[in-house]
């Protein structure tokens, strides 16, 4: 669906209509599968009654609108993640431009990095956090600016990339999804000061984010603690 729609407009009206009909697509079916849950998306209005729901779909019908709208990128995404019991109990992360498919019913196998290579942090293209480059500084390692924060987990699970980590403003649905694929795939996902990332909470704004190979994250942890 979302590819169809690249032949009828460009640019910033491709991102906005893009947006509009996956939100709609989205909400649509999970009303018709699941018509008791609740739903949190980006492109939909609030409702407050998903703060007593047992279950709540959180989603971003589009994340990285501004790569949908460029040409020849990949680095955006779709993320549907299900909330319940005060977890992200199901999760994916739709990669249309790569025809890829991460879920937490496969988790892809975690790829062995190489010995001695220098460590790579994928940032934000458009508003890489000071602190991410303080921290690459500190550690020797290289960072790596990439559209979607789907994609960029998307990449660290893949064994593309190490780490992601972001700082200054993001909302719950930027980042359930790609958490849940993260975590499920045996992955350290957290706030940038190690605590943990809770959703569903009456503001959904949940700015900072670290996703990383379990082992190095005691390293950027303490690193990033020392730069904060």
Do not use: K, M
């Given at each position: 669906m979302l590819a169809a729609i690249r032949h009828v407009a460009a640019g910033a009206a491709l991102g906005r209509l893009g947006d509009r009909c996956s939100h709609e697509l989205l909400a649509a079916e999970i009303r018709r599968r699941h018509p008791d849950d609740a739903i949190l998306s980006e492109e939909?209005?609030?409702?407050?009654g998903r703060l007593t729901a047992r279950r709540v779909w959180i989603v971003d019908p589009l994340d990285g609108t501004r790569e949908?709208?460029?040409?020849?990128?990949?680095?955006?995404?779709?993320?549907?993640?299900?909330?319940?019991?005060?977890?992200i109990v199901a999760a994916a992360v739709a990669l249309p431009g790569r025809g890829l498919v991460?879920?937490?019913?496969?988790?892809?196998?975690?790829?062995?990095?190489?010995?001695?290579?220098?460590?790579?942090?994928?940032?934000?293209?458009?508003?890489?956090?000071?602190?991410a480059s303080r921290v690459a500084e500190k550690l020797g390692a290289r960072l790596l600016p990439m559209g979607s924060a789907g994609a960029k987990v998307a990449a660290v699970v893949l064994g593309e990339a190490d780490a992601y980590v972001h700082a200054g403003g993001q909302y719950e649905w930027d980042s359930a999804a790609p958490v849940?694929?993260?975590?499920?795939?045996?992955?350290?996902?957290?706030?940038?000061?190690?605590?943990?990332?809770?959703?569903?909470?009456p503001d959904p704004s949940l700015p900072d984010l670290l996703v990383c190979r379990p082992e190095i994250a005691g390293t950027l942890l303490e690193a990033l603690a020392v730069m904060s």
């Open positions: 939909g209005a609030d409702d407050r949908f709208g460029e040409p020849g990128r990949v680095d955006w995404a779709v993320h549907v993640a299900l909330w319940e019991e005060d977890e991460l879920s937490t019913a496969q988790p892809p196998p975690r790829r062995t990095a190489e010995p001695g290579s220098a460590l790579c942090i994928l940032v934000s293209r458009t508003r890489p956090p000071d602190l849940g694929v993260a975590l499920a795939a045996g992955f350290h996902a957290s706030r940038v000061d190690g605590t943990p990332l809770r959703y569903n909470r």
